[in-house]
């Protein structure tokens, strides 16, 4: 797909990825229910493709009685599954379309939760309003700025408030976006921070997908003012054999395709 005239490395701003991003998801969201909605489940929060599942790692902590955001939820299963905890879950997202995936989820489960369409750039809550954040694969790919994204997290966070969040590893960066043996070849440089852009035949955006280094999301999280807790990256599952984009039994067995980051606000902060 790199080959293609209509994919680029290009720089891209905030309003620009926006306008893309809301678009392409909007667009997108039947199409990706269709295809995923069975391995994510209705009331499951499943962190990445690799199937780890927060019933199993326990990384948000305790949940009964905490306020909990979802940041980027989609169709916002997770936030569901949260809620069955005994959480105050609030799930959000830019994207109308998942959010209206979200809404018929909640009347086929009987499970709701509060629904905000909003950007994560600027998180329409107060400041300490949350004991607990998350996302997996939401927003933070997405904005031009995930460090801002981090510094909005902080702020809306008590002292002590945990925030987990799981990306793409930013080593698959290197490779094209193949199941196969095609994606066994490194052909970027892990140290271009170049956006991966689709557009149309004008050259306008129509998603855009941003890259940082490990070291560059942990220094987002330190500058917000975090302190680093962890770093996990699951390991293909024996006997899995599901394939999702470019995650495949073949590649998975190798090296990482996810990286979950935990971090916490300091109680102090």
Not at 7 to 18: K, P
Not at 59 to 73: D, F, I, K
Not at 130 to 151: E, L, N
Not at 169 to 182: A, C, S, V
């Amino acid at each position: 797909m790199d080959n293609d005239s209509r994919v680029t490395r290009r720089q891209v701003g905030a309003a620009e990825a926006r306008w893309a991003n809301r678009r392409w998801w909007d667009a997108d969201a039947d199409d990706y229910q269709a295809e995923h909605g069975e391995f994510l489940g209705d009331v499951d929060f499943v962190w990445c493709p690799e199937g780890v599942r927060e019933a199993d790692v326990r990384l948000l902590g305790e949940l009964a009685g905490r306020r909990v955001l979802e940041v980027g939820c989609g169709a916002a299963a997770a936030a569901r599954w949260l809620a069955v905890q005994g959480a105050r879950p609030v799930a959000l997202d830019l994207s109308a379309g998942m959010l209206r995936h979200a809404a018929l989820a909640a009347e086929g489960t009987g499970v709701r939760v509060p629904l905000v369409q909003a950007d994560a750039l600027a998180l329409p809550f107060a400041d300490a309003a949350f004991d607990t954040a998350c996302t997996a694969f939401g927003a933070i790919p997405f904005v031009a700025d995930s460090a801002a994204v981090m510094r909005e997290v902080f702020r809306v966070l008590r002292p002590g408030g945990r925030w987990v969040f799981s990306v793409t590893h930013p080593m698959r960066w290197i490779f094209l976006d193949d199941p196969g043996e095609g994606g066994l070849t490194a052909v970027h440089s892990y140290f271009d921070r170049s956006p991966y852009v689709e557009q149309d035949t004008t050259g306008t955006a129509t998603y855009v997908e941003q890259h940082r280094t490990l070291g560059d999301r942990i220094r987002e999280l330190v500058g917000a003012g975090f302190r680093f807790l962890d770093l996990v990256e699951p390991e293909w599952p024996e006997g899995h054999q599901g394939i999702w984009g470019q995650w495949s039994p073949l590649r998975g067995r190798l090296f990482p395709g996810t990286a979950i980051f935990v971090a916490e606000k300091p109680a102090d902060g």
